[in-house]
């Protein structure tokens, strides 16, 4: 039922936090206006008026939560000592002072109820390994498909693009339901070719496969579309050429569409090894058992925050899962100039 | 003997070679033969089915009458269809309630985002300022950092602040995590835009402030309704920030956190939530695969053209 007065109520909240942050930057732009262009009359005040309302939004909802959240790693902050923990849980209502053990406890301790730190790392590794292999091979093998001349093209590509179209909350419902031991398709279309039903859903080793699955699905369209765009920029005359010199088709694909398509895909990769990594949404959903052998270490960051309420342990299994994806992506960049390249 | 064999296998090799031939190598210029058009649509075929598979499969279901709803059968209208669901979808649940939170939020965050994106990238792309560099790194470092990792400290900055169960933590949140991604993607579009025209229009009598938004915002046009699209789509299906910061108010409920109402009693409500799943997605789906093309073009533009 649609309640007018829950809608209004609903507009009327949106409407003055709205009016909240815009009466805050008109404060904030005054006060530089002033200084800037009537007092220092400044040649760069243009910009500092348009950069500094960013910085501020920046500071308060990155730089504070996360400095912030350096110093709750420090504390033992949970739903039981749920104080302000002030400066390294020193200064607070309670002394919350631990050093070092968070840190202690997530490399050496159980991070979920039984399943350590070291597990949930080899765990996250093979997820995030077999999804972007599987992803981009089929991506790059849809796309090449699909780039030629043939009847229907517009239609497979809109048929294929669906999965990314349709909103993953929406999909990862649908997969959840279709994984149902009795009731899904998956298992009466396994029925259908003469296949026991496997228990997706409750079978360690099948759910963790069924994560896969659904997250290959929901994965192949932007590879694909990333692949075809690079494809596209890739010009004829090379295969002409390669065509006059009598290379096959493996060949041409070896020398001349993998190079070239590499300024594309190199960044493309990145962003799918890090969106696999901490996807949450798909080991989440499909997981609805609370298997600890289907958690990947963004996920046991949740729990750990929002299910067992442990805010100073959460804090520290944070920053250890930063500093793997820093240490990463420095790797990853030198290896691979990514930067030099989207510079 | 050795000899026979390995002119019996030439010779077979030979024929089946041409028939490869007749159906594999390419025919002339820019055609494929008929074999390989054929086995490439059959892949492309396969391909579509288990991409679409799912979505037909919801109709099926969304149609079901109520007391067939566990019924293992597979047919895609099932007998006895009816939209009884959508009806109850529509009227009976709350789903318009939350699809209404979700567009406003999702409006009002989207639009304050890309003011602040839009003024900042300029400031970035046409100046050069102390910090300017630096700055740009930090909104691209930004990417990397989980989101979960900042959801954990910005949840408990709200409680203390008193911000969570009403839509200002939330709006705020929504507002500014959507500021260094899209400055990012306009700042890139910004500079493929020739200086020249907004200093041919200040030797005209132009202020600074005038040339940018006489000239360049509406030449920038399509990127800015690209970063819109983009920003309204991530706040539009966002489930963890909602869950932890509004998730107790069933009245301020967003569409993703309501559509899981019909999950937790999943025997009874499957059919509610197949219908509302279809009724929510036609919209999205229609914008997305309309606008595809240029999304990833905006997608690709930050990072091609930094």
Same mark, same amino acid.
């Given at each position: ?22 009466a ?8 530089l ?6 007092w ?14 960013v910085?501020?939004?920046?500071g308060?909802?990155?730089v ?13 902050m ?20 631990? =050093? ?7 490399? @050496? ?38 780039n030629? @001349? ?31 031991n009795? %009731? ?9 070719? =003469? ?9 360690p080793?099948?759910n ?10 929901? =994965? ?8 075809l ?5 890739i010009?004829?005359?090379?295969y ?6 009598g ?25 799918g ?12 959903f499909i ?21 067992y ?22 790797? %990853?960049?030198?290896r ?7 510079y | 003997?050795? $000899?026979?064999?390995a ?16 159906l ?5 210029? $820019?055609?494929?033969?008929?074999? #390989?058009?054929? *086995? ?27 007391d ?15 939209? !009884? ?6 009227? #009976? ?16 965050t ?24 630096? $700055? ?14 900042l /959801?954990?400290p910005?949840?408990l ?16 949140a ?5 500021? &260094?991604?899209?400055?990012w ?12 025209? !907004? ?8 202020? !600074?402030?005038?040339?940018?938004y #006489?000239?360049?915002l509406?030449?920038s +046009? ?15 299906? !966002?489930y ?11 009245? *301020?409920?967003?569409?993703p +956190? ?24 036609? &919209?999205?789906?229609? /914008?997305?695969?309309?606008?595809? #093309? ?11 053209? $930094?």
């Amino acid at each position: 039922m649609f309640d007018v007065r829950h809608a209004v109520g609903a507009l009327g909240e949106v409407a003055l936090t709205i009016a909240f942050m815009a009466a805050i930057v008109a404060v904030l732009e005054l006060v530089l206006y002033v200084i800037f262009v009537r007092w220092r009359k400044s040649k760069l005040s243009l910009p500092i008026l348009f950069v500094a309302p960013v910085v501020v939004g920046i500071g308060l909802l990155y730089v504070y939560p996360l400095l912030w959240e350096l110093n709750v790693s420090f504390t033992k902050m949970s739903i039981r000592n749920f104080y302000n923990p002030g400066l390294l849980g020193l200064t607070g209502e309670k002394n919350l002072f631990v =050093g070092f053990q968070n840190y202690i406890n997530v490399l @050496t301790g159980p991070v979920l109820k039984e399943t350590g730190f070291y597990q949930l790392f080899l765990q996250t590794l093979i997820w995030t390994a077999i999804n972007v292999v599987i992803t981009v091979t089929i991506g790059i093998g849809l796309a090449l498909l699909l780039n030629r @001349t043939m009847r229907g093209r517009n239609l497979y590509r809109a048929m294929l693009i669906l999965p990314w179209a349709i909103p993953s909350l929406i999909s990862l419902q649908i997969w959840r339901t279709e994984y149902n031991n009795e %009731y899904g398709a998956v298992n009466q279309l396994l029925g259908m070719i =003469g296949i026991a039903p496997i228990s997706w859903l409750t079978d360690p080793f099948w759910n963790f496969a069924a994560m896969i699955i659904t997250n290959v699905w929901l =994965g192949i369209p932007f590879m694909m579309v990333i692949t075809l765009g690079g494809l596209q920029s890739i010009s004829h005359e090379y295969y002409e050429a390669a065509e006059i010199d009598g290379a096959g088709w493996w060949a041409q694909f070896r020398n001349i569409t993998l190079p070239l398509l590499r300024p594309v895909m190199v960044p493309a990769i990145l962003l799918g090894i890090f969106l696999t990594f901490n996807n949450i949404l798909v080991p989440f959903f499909i997981n609805q058992n609370e298997l600890e052998t289907s958690d990947i270490l963004v996920t046991a960051l949740y729990r750990a925050a929002f299910q067992y309420s442990r805010y100073g342990f959460a804090a520290a299994l944070a920053f250890v899962i930063f500093a793997i994806l820093l240490v990463f992506t420095i790797f %990853y960049v030198r290896r691979t100039n990514v930067l030099k390249e989207a510079y | 003997m050795a $000899g026979a064999s390995a002119t019996t296998h030439t010779t077979s090799a030979k024929s089946s070679r041409s028939l490869y031939h007749r159906l594999f190598t390419d025919a002339p210029r $820019g055609k494929d033969a008929p074999g #390989k058009r054929l *086995l490439v649509h059959v892949i492309l075929i396969i391909f579509s089915i288990i991409a679409v598979f799912p979505a037909i499969r919801v109709f099926g279901v969304a149609l079901r009458p109520g007391d067939k709803l566990l019924d293992p059968q597979f047919s895609i209208i099932p007998p006895n269809a009816t939209f !009884e669901a959508f009806y109850n979808v529509l009227f #009976k649940q709350e789903t318009l309630q939350w699809l209404f939170n979700s567009l406003i939020i999702t409006l009002g965050t989207a639009s304050i985002g890309l003011i602040f994106a839009a003024t900042s990238a300029y400031a970035f792309s046409r100046y050069r300022f102390r910090g300017r560099s630096s $700055g740009l790194t930090f909104l691209f470092a930004t990417q990397m950092i989980p989101g979960l990792m900042l /959801l954990v400290p910005i949840y408990l900055i709200a409680v203390q602040l008193g911000l969570t169960n009403t839509y200002r933590g939330l709006v705020i949140a929504y507002s500014v995590t959507s500021i &260094p991604f899209s400055t990012w993607i306009l700042k890139g579009y910004y500079d493929t835009i020739p200086f020249d025209l !907004e200093e041919a229009a200040r030797i005209d009598g132009c202020s !600074e402030l005038q040339s940018f938004y #006489k000239v360049l915002l509406p030449l920038s +046009l399509p990127a800015l309704a690209i970063v819109f699209l983009l920003n309204f789509l991530a706040a539009w299906s !966002e489930y963890f920030m909602a869950s932890v910061m509004i998730g107790s108010r069933e009245d *301020l409920l967003t569409w993703p +956190l309501g559509i899981q109402r019909f999950q937790q009693q999943f025997i009874t409500e499957w059919s509610l939530l197949a219908a509302a799943s279809i009724l929510i997605s036609i &919209p999205v789906v229609i /914008l997305f695969v309309y606008s595809s #093309k240029w999304l990833i073009s905006g997608l690709t533009l930050g990072g091609v053209k $930094g």
